[in-house]
C-alpha cells in the first residue's frame, strides 16, 4: 500500500540556517509528490510538486526539493530560513493516479529561532 | 479569482447530531475533494467528487456522505455525531480536463468540535 513517512515530527532551526525536511514514499510506480505548508488556522499551501523529469524541483518561497528514486525519498530544502517560515509541513503522493486523492505525511513542525 | 471557500469556519455539536459542511471551489474548478485532519490520525482522505459524481472514497464509515451541485459547490454531511469526528475538515478543489488536471487547492478549513 502507498505511504507516506516524515520521520521528523518537529525541528527548530535558527533564523538564516539551512533546513531539510525528510519525506519518504512507498509506491510502487513513479508517484506525484507534494509538498504543501500549514500555518496555524490555515488551510493547506502548495509549495512545489514533482510528476517527472528533473529530480530537483523548484517551488515558492525558496523551497526546492529533489526526488530520489533510489532512496524513496523526496525531501524539502531552503537555504536560509525566515522567521515567516514557521508552519508545519506535509509530503504527499497521489493515489491511485487521482491528482485530488492524496495520501499525506504526518507532518513535520518547524520553529524558528531569531 | 477567489479561492476556495467553506462554511462554516467553525461548528460546535453535540454527540448524536448531525451536521453539514459546505464547500465552494475555486470557479472553473470541477473536482471536490475533503479531507479529515486530526491531531491523531494527520490528513485523510474522505471523497472526491467531479461532475456530480463521488470519484474515490477513502475508508470512513458510512456516517460520513457527500454530495455536489451542478454548479460544483459540494456539502459534506456527518450522520449521528461522534466525539472523535472533532476535527479540522478541508475543502479542496482542482481543475480538470479530458487531458489533463491540476493540482490541489485547499480552502482554510471547517473546524467541527462535538462535545
Known amino acids: 500500500a502507498q505511504s507516506v513517512t516524515q520521520p521528523d515530527i518537529h525541528i527548530t532551526v535558527s533564523e538564516g540556517a539551512s533546513l531539510e525536511l525528510r519525506c519518504n514514499y512507498s509506491?510502487?510506480?513513479?508517484?506525484?509528490l507534494f509538498w504543501y505548508v500549514q500555518s496555524p488556522g490555515q488551510g493547506l499551501q502548495l509549495l512545489l510538486k514533482?510528476?517527472?523529469?528533473?529530480?530537483l524541483v523548484q517551488g515558492i518561497k525558496g523551497f526546492e526539493a529533489e526526488f530520489k528514486r533510489s532512496q524513496s525519498s523526496f525531501n524539502l530544502r531552503k537555504p536560509s530560513v525566515h522567521w515567516s517560515d514557521a508552519a508545519e509541513y506535509f509530503c504527499?503522493?497521489?493515489?491511485?493516479?487521482?491528482?485530488?486523492?492524496?495520501?499525506f505525511g504526518k507532518g513535520t513542525k518547524l520553529s524558528v529561532k531569531p | 479569482k477567489a479561492g476556495v471557500t467553506q462554511t462554516p469556519r467553525y461548528l460546535i455539536k453535540t454527540r448524536g447530531q448531525q451536521v453539514t459542511l459546505s464547500c465552494s471551489p475555486i470557479?472553473?474548478?470541477?473536482?471536490v475533494s475533503w479531507y479529515q485532519q486530526t491531531p491523531g490520525q494527520g490528513l485523510q482522505f474522505l471523497f472526491e467528487?467531479?461532475?456530480?459524481?463521488?470519484?474515490n472514497k477513502g475508508n470512513f464509515p458510512g456516517r460520513f456522505s457527500g454530495r455536489q451541485f451542478s454548479n460544483s459547490r459540494s456539502e459534506m454531511n456527518v450522520s449521528t455525531l461522534e466525539l472523535g469526528d472533532s476535527a479540522l475538515y478541508l475543502c479542496?478543489?482542482?481543475?480538470?480536463?479530458?487531458?489533463?488536471?491540476?493540482?490541489?487547492?485547499f480552502g482554510p478549513g471547517t473546524r467541527l468540535t462535538v462535545l
Open positions: 479542496a478543489s482542482r481543475w480538470v480536463s479530458g487531458r489533463s488536471d491540476g493540482e490541489q487547492f
Open positions: 509506491y510502487g510506480a513513479t508517484p506525484y
Open positions: 514533482y510528476f517527472s523529469g528533473d529530480t
Open positions: 504527499a503522493v497521489v493515489r491511485g493516479g487521482s491528482q485530488g486523492n492524496l495520501i
Open positions: 470557479s472553473g474548478h470541477r473536482s
Open positions: 467528487y467531479f461532475s456530480e459524481t463521488q470519484r
